[in-house]
């Protein structure tokens, strides 16, 4: 069955075109700094917006019929789920997809159950993958949609509900490595607090650590070569979250030595819940070299909630891609995490606001391989600690200083010159005049 009929492929037509159902930016095959934009751009669509959000909020139910022509909650309902995921990544195309085991079929009272259902549906994508060539890049299991997990997975004060966890994390990366993904990702929504009154920090985190290290032994032991992905997030559901952000998440792996197995998977928008911008998200996971996989969607400033939206911010997009591009690519890929606004609720729109993704990622590689070329950012950023290249500055950053030389330097010096300056304003006209 074809769900999508309006439209056979959405191609390329370059900047000027008015087809809705066009790139203007994204065009595949285009070389630019020597690799093709979809090898740069390893676009990734979600399993549960784009297949089963259908705009419910806290207000209203949902506006969108995903029901893809079946019964929900059936496992026809999780095939026909395929078959337009399938067809809908072809028509734009998109070379990956990700998923919560949940998304994936209807969850049971008995696990049993669930993994005789996601054994039967992942048979059935594992066709559909080799048929399209269309890969996983990573999955994940939902370990806070189940009222089981009220009090955490990895975090909970039930031994036996941790059992239920690893479960899960076993099944899904049973499922990962059957579908080829390129990753695995721990998300930790209810891996946290509501309050410290009732609150075992300390065993909390260990314990989670511990399932993550039985989620590596495991994962190796059946031949998963990928990276595993924490995703940091600062709050909601939990008022506070462990996996705060890349700095909080990196001291976390480091402190239980799991560093060397995980990369951080950063969401733009869970960034900005942080109080940070995705650069700076992106930039600290870069510099401790664990830059993995990018949840590309954006939030709204007067919001302060998780509002996946798709992105379209380019100025966003093009520090994004400049990051990216100077941390040598992505192990992982660019995963929508997004979901139409309640209102858009038409199959149209969700072609429309990949289209806008892809089109914003793709204009904002062009643009970030622009300011690379052009070279005076980094230019200005050598030379604005030139200081660290000669004389003392090179003593300090080889190691060999010690407090005591360094304050003999200074009291000889008597009186310092002002540090050169930063020039903001400069730099920022320079993203300007590349941007338009
Ligand atoms: C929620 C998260 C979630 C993860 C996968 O805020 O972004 O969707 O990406 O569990
Ligand atoms: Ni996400
Ligand atoms: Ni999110």
């Not at 690519?329 to 199959?347: E, I, Q, V, W």
């Amino acid at each position: 069955m074809e769900y999508f009929k309006f439209i056979d492929k959405v191609k390329y037509e370059g900047k000027d075109s008015k087809n809705p159902m066009s790139f203007r930016y994204y065009d595949k095959d285009r070389v630019i700094m020597g690799k093709k934009m979809s090898e740069h751009l390893p676009f990734a669509m979600a399993w549960w917006h784009t297949l089963g959000a259908c705009g419910a909020d806290m207000f209203g139910s949902g506006t969108a019929d995903k029901s893809f022509g079946s019964e929900e909650k059936t496992m026809a309902h999780a095939r026909a789920k395929v078959d337009a995921g399938f067809e809908f990544m072809t028509k734009l195309g998109i070379e990956y997809f990700c998923f919560h085991d949940v998304d994936l079929v209807p969850e049971s009272e008995d696990i049993n159950i669930t993994n005789k259902r996601l054994d039967e549906i992942s048979d059935y994508i594992l066709e559909k993958c080799k048929e399209t060539g269309i890969k996983c890049l990573w999955g994940t299991a939902n370990m806070f949609g189940n009222p089981k997990f009220m009090n955490g997975a990895g975090s909970t004060n039930s031994a036996e509900v941790y059992c239920f966890a690893a479960a899960q994390i076993k099944k899904a990366l049973d499922i990962t490595v059957k579908l080829g993904g390129r990753g695995y990702v721990f998300w930790g929504g209810r891996e946290g607090y509501e309050t410290l009154l009732n609150t075992d920090v300390k065993l909390e985190q260990e314990n989670i650590a511990r399932l993550m290290r039985m989620a590596v032994d495991y994962g190796r032991k059946i031949g998963f070569k990928g990276d595993f992905y924490i995703e940091p997030k600062p709050r909601e559901p939990m008022k506070h979250q462990y996996d705060f952000d890349a700095a909080t998440a990196i001291g976390f792996l480091r402190r239980y030595g799991l560093d060397k197995d995980f990369k951080m998977n950063i969401e733009a928008n869970h960034a900005t819940l942080a109080g940070h911008t995705f650069q700076h998200e992106l930039r600290i996971s870069a510099v401790n070299g664990m830059l993995g996989s990018i949840d590309a969607n954006q939030g709204d400033t007067l919001l302060g909630w998780d509002t996946d939206e798709f992105p379209f911010d380019v100025y966003e997009a093009t520090m994004c891609m400049y990051e990216v591009l100077n941390a040598g690519g992505l192990t992982g890929g660019f995963n929508f995490d997004a979901k139409n606004r309640r209102p858009s609720n038409t199959y149209e729109d969700m072609f429309y606001g990949h289209i806008l993704a892809m089109d914003t990622f793709a204009l904002g590689l062009i643009k970030a391989a622009e300011l690379i070329e052009d070279g005076r950012l980094a230019k200005f950023v050598k030379e604005k600690y030139s200081s660290f290249n000669e004389g003392i500055g090179k003593k300090i950053v080889s190691g060999e200083a010690t407090l005591e030389e360094l304050s003999d330097y200074a009291c000889k010096v008597g009186k310092t010159e002002m540090p050169m300056s930063g020039r903001q304003e400069y730099l920022e006209t320079i993203i300007n005049q590349i941007l338009f």
